[in-house]
Structures are given as C-alpha cells and as structure tokens.
C-alpha cells in the first residue's frame, strides 16, 4: 500500500512523495524544488529511493540535482524532453519496477500540455502533472489541443474511483470557469461551494477523484450537448466534434 505526503511549493506547486507503508522508502515526483522534500523527508524519517519526472518545465525539475548530490538515484522522466538529471528516460505504457516494496508503476503517455509530458499510474492513484488538474486542465506549451484532448480521453477511461494528483491549487479558478461554461450544472456548484470554504481555511483541494472530474470538468465532458453549446457561443461558429469543442474550450479558457 502507498502513502501520499502532499508538499506545497512555490505559490501554488504541490510536490508527491509516495511512501511504501511499512518501511521509510519513498519516491518524489516533479521536485521543483529541493529544500521542502528534504525537510518531509527529514520529519518523517524517510528514505528517497527515486524521482519521478512529468515534463520539463523548471517548477517540476529544478530540485533534481540537489536531491541527486548525496546519492545517485534512478530518475524517471519522459523520453522526448530533454531533461537534465533522467536517466531512466519513458516512453509511455512502460511498467517501472522502482523496488520491490512498491508496486509496479504504469507510464502513461500524457502529451499536450507539453509534447512528451507522461503520468504515472499505481494502485488507483494516478500523477498527472500538468495534463489534468481538479476541474481543468493544462495550458498548451508546446502540445496541441489534438494531443491534450487524446490525453484527457485516456485519463478519463480509469476507473472512477482514482485519485487524481495533479501538481497545482488551480481548482477553485477552474471551478469558476466551468460554472461559466455550465452554470446549471448542480454537482458542480456544489463542488465550487465547498472549494470556495475549504479556500477560505487555507486548505488543499487536491487530490481530487476521478467521478467528480468526469462529473463537473467541462475538459472531460466535450461530448456534453450544453457544453458545446456553450462553446460555440463562445467561439461564434458550429463545432462538428468534441475534438472542435475541447480546442475552443481551451482557448476560452485561456481568454477567461
């Protein structure tokens, strides 16, 4: 079984370190920075056996070289980005094999919101970087809109009952973006409801579920018929396929 320490970053980064339950080995992932992992570590008496890496941008990798300085960790990252410090690069669909006290991670290939971001996926508990975020998604720096929407259809194909921890406190700006897109939506406005007061108590939103993504995540539900609706009111003009409907979204989304 895996435990999930949640290290907040920067303004708004969260840093995942996964702990085997019953022994002190752990593994980070997206380490912007060095200084908050090796204070959790510190505090709880862990080891760190590996780095996960998502994609490349500087608040997801910044802290590999620190964490390396000591001892010389295998660190994963995704094949076609060049990232300083891999050297376990991943394609996608590959198993990991990081020790024998965690079980086997699944590499899934993630491109979009860069062109080679990949997630990591274990016991129902899937990292996800910058790909899908809690009532949204990532920007497109470097992807398309074609790749994140095949992406996203990936992600939403597991189960329901994953849990889904994406590396940012985006939720609540999301929220109010889906709300505009799908007002009438009441599961939705009931999630906006109780982000907004868990906000307000300084408390994290995330890790968030699969069903309440597939649930109020208008990025997850392009085929919805008042989503695209809303959509192409935005846009102005018919839109023949989700395809259509999730590169306007995103660009309103952008605007927004």
């Known amino acids: 079984m895996l435990k999930v320490h949640r290290i907040p970053a920067f303004d708004d980064n969260y840093i995942w370190l996964i702990q085997a339950q019953g022994t002190n080995k752990a593994i980070v992932v997206d380490p912007g920075d060095a200084t908050p992992v090796l ?5 709880h008496d862990l080891e760190l056996i590996a780095i996960f890496i998502t994609h490349h941008h500087a608040d997801h990798t910044a802290g590999i070289a620190e964490l390396t300085k000591a001892a010389a960790l295998p660190v994963y990252g995704p094949l076609n980005e060049t990232i300083k410090g891999v050297t376990h690069p991943q394609s996608g669909r590959e ?6 006290d965690f079980p086997i991670f699944t590499v899934l290939n993630t491109p979009g919101h860069t062109p080679g971001h990949i997630s990591y996926l274990a016991e129902g508990k899937l990292f996800c970087g910058d790909t899908l975020f809690a009532a949204g998604c990532g920007r497109l720096l470097g992807g398309t809109a074609e ?9 939403a194909s597991l189960p329901p009952t994953t849990t889904i921890y994406c590396a940012h406190e985006y939720t609540l700006a999301n929220l109010r973006f889906a709300k505009t897109v799908e007002p009438e939506n009441k599961q939705l406005q009931q999630r906006f409801e109780q982000t907004v007061t868990m906000r307000q108590k300084k408390q994290a939103t995330v890790p968030s579920l699969m069903q309440d993504e597939l649930a109020t995540n208008p990025f997850l539900r392009c085929d919805v018929d008042r989503i695209k609706k809303a959509t192409e009111k935005f846009s102005g003009h018919p839109l ?8 306007s979204l995103r660009a309103w989304k952008d605007e927004f």
Do not use: W
């Not at 204070?39 to 505090?43: D, E, F, V």
């Open 147 to 155: 790749q994140l929407h095949a992406s996203l259809n990936l992600l």
């Open 39 to 43: 204070n959790t570590l510190k505090s």
């Open 95 to 100: 198993p990991i094999a990081v020790d024998p």
């Open 240 to 247: 023949p396929d989700s395809q259509a409907v999730f590169s």
